[in-house]
């Protein structure tokens, strides 16, 4: 047998996309079943040509979902982020933007019963966090059409609502586990993990205003050089990992933001976004490369840091009160909902609304493996 198949769905949510498998549907040994994941999206070639893969950080990516016998919730998910030209399968972060799919994916393959409008309660794995999607229904299954338009996506769609509940310290038990600003060798970040752990800078400690294009820091190796020596100092020393070479091998978190305060910028699509329509101008750097547009995880991560008191998105933000955080990105504004603890020092829930649609159902090849192997 040169290839066997198993069942896949593939879906866009938000700005993401990724591969969706049933855990039924998988080995259920481990290394075999990540063989699988790096063999459908094709982690070996730096084009990931030879699988589902488009060689970038967010189309290289995984849900395995599972009905849930957890008291409150509908299913169970963990989420992969796949390695591109490096066989890499990280489960230690999550995807806020594949979340939307993930309720959707629940409609469709019915792992909840598919109501007129739904609210999927989704438990991840990842974070140990409960997910909430409210996914409206049409004919039985996830809705696709509407007139939501999503900044990051050319045509509107049906609009999903995402919230995070109790989003902060998922990975080191704290939500900021170094304090407002921690510095090291001279370069001072807010470390905070809330959803995904992310590491903050300002982008003027790097002679930057924050608005420059993602060709121009894209191609500065040495800013880019900079960033991830601060991103694996941050995860030793917020405990993540114990040597910088654990961390240089887990590149999927932490990831790393740009932050600046709001000010007039173009987009990549040629918008002109005015200062006065956002509260901060950011830009997301993961697995070593610019992100095109902005990761769900960040936008959630980042706009709950602007009411941290003392973090950098927090002094450079121009709007610090609860309720929505309009955040300017390079391909339009996002916002992000922000609800606070009843003492006001800590984070209660973050919500987005999404899009998301089912691209593909059907079977992925997948080589069987040999001696060689």
């Given at each position: 047998?040169?290839?066997?198949?198993?069942?896949?769905?593939?879906?866009?949510?938000?700005?993401?996309?990724?591969?969706?498998?049933?855990?039924?549907?998988?080995?259920?040994?481990?290394?075999?079943?990540?063989?699988?994941?790096?063999?459908?999206?094709?982690?070996?070639?730096?084009?990931?040509?030879?699988?589902?893969?488009?060689?970038?950080?967010?189309?290289?990516?995984?849900?395995?979902?599972?009905?849930?016998?957890?008291?409150?919730?509908?299913?169970?998910?963990?989420?992969?982020?796949?390695?591109?030209?490096?066989?890499?399968?990280?489960?230690?972060?999550?995807?806020?933007?594949?979340?939307?799919?993930?309720?959707?994916?629940?409609?469709?393959?019915?792992?909840?019963?598919?109501?007129?409008?739904?609210?999927?309660?989704?438990?991840?794995?990842?974070?140990?966090?409960?997910?909430?999607?409210?996914?409206?229904?049409?004919?039985?299954?996830?809705?696709?059409?509407?007139?939501?338009?999503?900044?990051?996506?050319?045509?509107?769609?049906?609009?999903?609502?995402?919230?995070?509940?109790?989003?902060?310290?998922?990975?080191?038990?704290?939500?900021?586990?170094?304090?407002?600003?921690?510095?090291?060798?001279?370069?001072?970040?807010?470390?905070?993990?809330?959803?995904?752990?992310?590491?903050?800078?300002?982008?003027?400690?790097?002679?930057?205003?924050?608005?420059?294009?993602?060709?121009?820091?894209?191609?500065?190796?040495?800013?880019?050089?900079?960033?991830?020596?601060?991103?694996?100092?941050?995860?030793?020393?917020?405990?993540?990992?114990?040597?910088?070479?654990?961390?240089?091998?887990?590149?999927?978190?932490?990831?790393?933001?740009?932050?600046?305060?709001?000010?007039?910028?173009?987009?990549?699509?040629?918008?002109?976004?005015?200062?006065?329509?956002?509260?901060?101008?950011?830009?997301?750097?993961?697995?070593?490369?610019?992100?095109?547009?902005?990761?769900?995880?960040?936008?959630?991560?980042?706009?709950?840091?602007?009411?941290?008191?003392?973090?950098?998105?927090?002094?450079?933000?121009?709007?610090?009160?609860?309720?929505?955080?309009?955040?300017?990105?390079?391909?339009?504004?996002?916002?992000?909902?922000?609800?606070?603890?009843?003492?006001?020092?800590?984070?209660s829930s973050v919500g987005l609304n999404r899009t998301?649609?089912?691209?593909?159902?059907?079977?992925?090849?997948?080589?069987?493996?040999?001696?060689?192997?």
């Amino acid at each position: 047998m040169a290839q066997y198949a198993i069942p896949c769905s593939v879906y866009r949510g938000g700005t993401s996309r990724g591969l969706f498998f049933h855990e039924k549907d998988l080995p259920a040994n481990r290394q075999e079943k990540h063989r699988v994941f790096l063999e459908a999206i094709d982690a070996y070639n730096p084009s990931q040509i030879d699988g589902l893969g488009s060689g970038t950080s967010h189309t290289s990516k995984v849900v395995v979902i599972s009905p849930s016998e957890r008291k409150g919730a509908d299913v169970n998910y963990t989420f992969y982020q796949i390695g591109i030209g490096q066989e890499i399968v990280d489960n230690k972060g999550t995807c806020g933007n594949l979340m939307a799919a993930v309720g959707s994916f629940a409609v469709d393959e019915q792992l909840v019963e598919p109501l007129n409008d739904r609210t999927v309660r989704a438990f991840n794995t990842n974070i140990g966090k409960m997910i909430t999607v409210h996914v409206p229904v049409e004919n039985g299954t996830a809705k696709v059409q509407g007139s939501y338009q999503m900044p990051g996506t050319v045509r509107p769609g049906a609009k999903y609502d995402v919230h995070i509940l109790d989003p902060g310290g998922g990975k080191t038990g704290k939500t900021l586990p170094l304090g407002s600003v921690h510095s090291e060798n001279d370069r001072a970040y807010s470390f905070v993990d809330l959803v995904n752990p992310f590491v903050h800078l300002e982008a003027s400690a790097f002679h930057l205003e924050g608005t420059e294009t993602n060709a121009r820091i894209s191609g500065n190796e040495d800013l880019l050089a900079a960033l991830e020596t601060t991103r694996t100092e941050a995860a030793v020393a917020s405990g993540m990992e114990k040597t910088i070479e654990n961390a240089r091998r887990a590149p999927a978190i932490p990831k790393v933001t740009l932050v600046a305060p709001p000010q007039t910028y173009t987009t990549t699509s040629g918008t002109t976004i005015n200062e006065e329509d956002i509260d901060i101008t950011a830009k997301m750097i993961s697995m070593g490369k610019v992100h095109r547009t902005f990761a769900g995880s960040g936008l959630y991560n980042l706009a709950a840091s602007t009411f941290l008191p003392g973090t950098i998105p927090n002094r450079l933000a121009s709007r610090k009160q609860s309720g929505v955080v309009r955040i300017g990105h390079p391909d339009g504004i996002a916002e992000v909902m922000v609800s606070l603890t009843d003492d006001g020092e800590d984070i209660s829930s973050v919500g987005l609304n999404r899009t998301a649609r089912l691209i593909m159902k059907g079977d992925v090849y997948v080589r069987a493996q040999t001696s060689k192997q």
